[in-house]
């Protein structure tokens, strides 16, 4: 009978904004009452997420990082060996006796004296020549990496006891460092939103509110023309 009168005095579009705003209310209700009914989970769940996160924080993984620590970890290891094979190789090329730069330069002066007499041998002259430039830059890069091998003790047990606390993480984890890395930026993420809960529930309460009052007064109008229009047609 209503539905009747509602199309009777032409006031149905009302009736369904007033439907409309209901249930939108329920909707904005039921959303505010399981916020509320989770609010002791989600303390627990962020507790537990702080909990994770302290330790991820302490330990800053960075991606990459384990493959990098395990190459310098083996220079460290080996910087005395690999030391002395640069050493070695240095003074082959450049600063032993009869090494190869002393040798190189020795035949460049022959192939000087042929190409004196013989202009076609020139070009040879030229890739010896080469040849002693590269040999010489090459001894300079193996002088150069000499010094910069060095064992350091200290350095290493950081390394190693670097590398120990990345591999616990990973394995309480069941990831790998750049895993490690991903987690806790989802972690982050998850924390966010839950600390941002409260402000949800409080703009849900303010929906709710403006969403009662906006039914209450549709209700209103809609009662009010259905008495106007049952009069008019008594």
């Known amino acids: 009978h209503l539905l009747l009168l509602d199309r009777f005095a032409g006031f149905g579009p009302l009736a369904e904004r007033l439907a409309a705003a209901v249930r939108g209310l329920s909707e904005r209700r039921r959303a505010l ?20 996160l302290r330790e991820l924080d302490a330990l800053k993984p960075k991606a990459g990082e384990r493959d990098e620590l395990l190459a310098e970890r083996d220079l460290q290891r080996h910087a005395v060996e690999l030391q002395s094979h640069a050493r070695r190789a240095e003074a082959l090329l450049y600063s032993g006796d009869g090494a190869v730069v002393e040798k190189l330069g020795l035949a460049e002066t022959a192939l000087q004296g042929i190409a004196a007499v013989d202009p076609t041998a020139q070009p040879l002259v ?9 040999a010489e830059e090459l001894a300079r890069e193996l002088s150069r990496r000499a010094r910069s091998l060095r064992h350091d003790p200290a350095r290493l047990e950081e390394i190693e006891g670097r590398l120990a606390e990345l591999e616990r993480l990973s394995r309480k984890h069941r990831c790998d460092t750049d895993g490690l890395v991903a987690l806790h930026k989802r972690l982050m993420g998850e924390l966010a939103d839950l600390e941002h809960a409260d402000e949800r529930r409080e703009v849900l309460a303010q929906e709710v509110s403006a969403a009662e009052a906006e039914a209450l007064e549709l209700a209103r109008l809609v009662r009010r023309e259905r008495i106007r229009a049952s009069s008019a047609l008594e």
């Open 126 to 134: 030229s890739q010896l020549a080469e040849l002693l430039v590269g």
């Open 33 to 52: 009452d399981r916020l509320e009914d989770n609010q002791r989970h989600r303390e627990e769940r962020a507790e537990f997420l702080r909990f994770q």
